[in-house]
């Protein structure tokens, strides 16, 4: 069994800083690609910032120069920094990351947690 749980969302003015979280738990064998997506009302799911388990990241286009991503492997967490926060940045986030899993035959698949909501008003 494993667990993936972020935290760290909540309400922050326009300009203002969030740092949200994500950990794996459980059966793992390895952790490989960790990555924040986010999902706004009415929109499709969209990739926000990825993280390779040999550290090559991905950013799009409208976060770069405002969030940070890292991950801290000995603690299988990832963390997304968010500075400059602006209305449209209003989502919900997911952290989404693919391990291996410890079983009678080890196998990949992709975890979701469960979301934390974001909100940039004034």
């Known amino acids: 069994q494993v667990h993936v749980v972020e935290s760290g969302g909540g309400l922050v003015q326009p300009g203002g800083s969030l740092r949200l979280s994500c950990t794996a738990s459980?059966?793992?064998?390895?952790?490989?690609?960790m990555g924040w997506y986010r999902q706004a009302p009415g929109e499709q799911r969209e990739l926000v910032a990825q993280?390779?388990?040999?550290?090559?990241?991905t950013y799009a286009d409208s976060v770069k120069g405002r969030f940070t991503i890292s991950r801290d492997n000995a603690k299988s967490t990832m963390y997304l920094q968010m500075n400059n926060l602006k209305p449209e940045d209003t989502a919900v986030y997911y952290c989404?990351?693919?391990?291996?899993?410890?079983?009678?035959?080890?196998?990949?698949?992709?975890?979701w947690g469960q979301g934390t909501q974001v909100t940039v008003s004034s």
């Open positions: 993280v390779t388990s040999g550290g090559k990241i």
């Open positions: 459980g059966s793992i064998s390895k952790i490989n690609t």
């Open positions: 989404n990351a693919s391990i291996t899993v410890v079983a009678l035959v080890y196998a990949t698949y992709d975890f």
